[in-house]
């Protein structure tokens, strides 16, 4: 089967894709693009949000069970727009340096708290050293609460949890791992790390376009069986791991850079993988011209994926536009 591109957007850095099923559009970011976007799969028609800064992740927001837009990770912090394309209305800031730490990979839990992994931008960063964190922000109550979850990293992406609520993945890209622990909800903070799957280190000496390299795992989703679907950056494939960790399905990509995969559609069993192509060498977009562009499966999945998980904004942050604690508007 071959891939086909949805729409003609190029994105320079794409990430976030979320099926919406209010609408039956997919929705995602383009973190170096500054920008949202969200296509119609039926008409290929996409609209693009221009974005003040970078933006991480997004997801869709609901209050008292009814959609109320959309929970966006920027660089400056955590927004919430009602509209599409309207005022964006920060309701909480995360503890970093946003001269050198950005929002990266995010989406919400089962609960309705939205988890937002960031990556550290200083020269040299690695895993064991980094300021990357894995943060919680939690709105359900009316008050906006940001909990640190974990440290120490360099580029957290992976996120996802199990079909059965019981795992939580995610990986620190560096090291290309792949971690699960053990998740409890709203019982205790996620359990110790174990390694689900290790992918082979990028080869001494290689260079972008060289062969040899594998990639390192990006963004994720999970499956209705429980399997974890993972995008290899520099790899040019996305893959499908048990839940014991073993590689089922390799699906090669005509993007270098596939950035974060998305199971949707009407059905949940339409394969979205976004990609990346800022930085890439001028021979390598050359053969790869959908590089940047939301690459669609055309054969459907066996099994569909889960429903996206919505931002719970309580009611009482939200009416008459009383943001707290912090309410500029951008």
Not at 129 to 139: K, L, R
Request: glycine fraction near 12%.
């Amino acid at each position: 089967m071959a891939w086909r591109a949805l729409g003609s957007e190029r994105c320079e850095l794409g990430e976030s894709p979320f099926w919406q099923a209010e609408d039956a559009r997919l929705y995602w970011v383009d973190i170096d693009g500054r920008a949202a976007l969200r296509a119609d799969p039926a008409s290929g028609a996409t609209e693009r949000w221009p974005l003040p800064e970078q933006p991480g992740c997004m997801a869709p927001a609901r209050s008292s069970g009814a959609p109320c837009g959309w929970v966006l990770a920027l660089r400056s912090g955590i927004f919430h727009a009602r509209h599409w394309g309207g005022a964006l209305v920060r309701i909480a800031q995360l503890p970093y340096d946003p001269a050198h730490e950005r929002a990266n990979d995010g989406k919400c839990d089962p609960l309705g708290r939205f988890w937002v992994g960031t990556r550290d931008e200083r020269p040299g960063a690695r895993t064991g050293q980094g300021q990357a964190a894995m943060y919680c922000i939690d709105a359900r109550s009316g008050t906006v609460q940001v909990q640190r979850m974990w440290g120490g990293a360099a580029t957290l992406n992976g996120l996802a949890w199990s079909s059965d609520q019981r795992t939580l993945y995610s990986a620190d890209t560096p090291t290309h791992r792949i971690e699960a622990r053990d998740w409890h909800g709203d019982a205790g903070a996620p359990g110790t790390p174990r390694t689900l799957h290790q992918f082979a280190a990028r080869p001494p000496g290689w260079t972008p376009g060289a062969p040899g390299y594998g990639g390192r795992p990006d963004g994720a989703a999970v499956d209705a069986e429980g399997n974890y679907w993972c995008a290899l950056y520099e790899g040019a494939r996305v893959v499908q791991l048990s839940p014991a960790g073993q590689v089922l399905r390799e699906l090669p990509t005509p993007a270098v850079c596939p950035t974060m995969v998305c199971l949707g559609g009407p059905d949940g069993r339409t394969l979205f993988v976004t990609s990346a192509r800022h930085g890439r060498p001028e021979a390598e977009l050359a053969r790869t011209p959908l590089a940047g562009q939301v690459l669609v499966w055309q054969e459907p999945l066996a099994v569909p994926g889960l429903p996206v998980q919505a931002f719970a904004l309580g009611h009482e942050l939200i009416k008459n536009d009383s943001y707290q604690p912090n309410s500029d508007k951008r």
